[in-house]
């Protein structure tokens, strides 16, 4: 389980990163990228995250084999642009 201080700063990313490529990934390749950009979370704590941003209607996710794909809804660009906050995703953009 992600502790609850990692987990908002993970979503917050999450969005980030969604949002500035376009709107779709999985969850391997987005854990990959975060990683690199300083983040250190395991390809499962971004699944888990991804399916919390769906459940809070942020995005939408499918399971594609054995891949997570998410597509970042208009409520998550929201947030992503900083129009908009909500409990439990960090008010502050990641560092991407």
Not at 13 to 32: F, K, P, Q, S, Y
Request: with cysteine; net charge negative; glycine share 10%.
């Amino acid at each position: 389980m992600t502790p609850p201080s990692k987990a908002v700063v993970i979503r917050r990313a999450i969005l980030d990163e969604l949002a500035a490529i376009g709107g779709t990934h999985n969850h391997d390749a987005l854990a990959v990228v975060l990683k690199g950009k300083g983040h250190p979370v395991s390809r499962d704590e971004v699944a888990d995250q991804m399916c919390w941003l769906a459940d809070h209607g942020m995005m939408a996710v499918e399971l594609l084999g054995v891949f997570v794909v998410g597509e970042i809804t208009m409520r998550g660009r929201d947030i992503a642009d900083g129009s908009v906050t909500f409990e439990g995703i960090s008010p502050f953009k990641s560092a991407i």
